[in-house]
C-alpha cells in the first residue's frame, strides 16, 4: 500500500487493535481494498473504473456501510491515491450536488443512511 502519510496510517491502525474487532476490521478491509486497487492500477487501469469491483472483492465478509465510508476517509487521508477516491465516492453517492460540494471543500461524504418512517 502506497501511504502519502504513514504516521497517520499508523496511527490508524493503533487504534484499531484486534481487539476491537469492528475498528479492526475497518483497517484490514481498507488496506486489501487499497491492494487490490493499486494491483489494477500496476496493470493500466484507471482507479475510477476499478474501485467499486475492488471494493467488493475486498469485502469478504459483509462490511457495512459505515465502514465502507470509513475506509474511503481513511484511504482519503494517508494513501497515494487517496483524493482520487474520495472525489469518485463523492460524487458516485452524491443525491443532489453534495459531492461536488464536498470535492471542493477537501470532505468525504459518509454514504450510510438511516431513514425512519416512510
Same mark, same amino acid.
Given at each position: 500500500? $502506497? =501511504?502519502? !502519510? ?10 484499531? +487493535? +484486534?481487539?476491537? +474487532?469492528?475498528? #479492526?476490521?475497518?483497517?484490514? *478491509? ?5 491492494? *487490490?486497487? &493499486? ?6 487501469? $484507471? %482507479? ?8 467488493? !472483492?475486498? !469485502?469478504? /465478509?459483509?462490511?457495512? @456501510? ?8 481513511? %484511504?482519503? /487521508?494517508?494513501?497515494?491515491?487517496? !483524493?482520487? =477516491?474520495?472525489?469518485? #465516492? ?5 443525491? @443532489? ?8 471543500? @477537501?470532505?468525504? %461524504?459518509? +454514504? ?5 418512517? &416512510?
Amino acid at each position: 500500500m $502506497k =501511504l502519502k !502519510d504513514a504516521e497517520g496510517w499508523k496511527k490508524a491502525n493503533d487504534s484499531n +487493535p +484486534p481487539t476491537e +474487532p469492528y475498528g #479492526h476490521r475497518v483497517m484490514t *478491509y481498507t488496506e486489501t481494498w487499497a491492494n *487490490y486497487m &493499486e494491483w489494477e492500477i500496476a496493470n493500466g487501469k $484507471k %482507479l475510477e473504473d476499478i474501485a467499486e469491483s475492488t471494493s467488493r !472483492d475486498a !469485502d469478504t /465478509d459483509g462490511i457495512t @456501510g459505515f465502514m465502507y465510508g470509513c475506509a474511503v476517509a481513511i %484511504l482519503a /487521508d494517508v494513501w497515494e491515491y487517496g !483524493d482520487i =477516491l474520495r472525489r469518485w #465516492h463523492n460524487l458516485r453517492i452524491q443525491i @443532489g450536488n453534495e459531492g461536488e460540494i464536498a470535492n471542493e471543500s @477537501g470532505k468525504t %461524504l459518509n +454514504p450510510a443512511l438511516l431513514i425512519i418512517g &416512510e
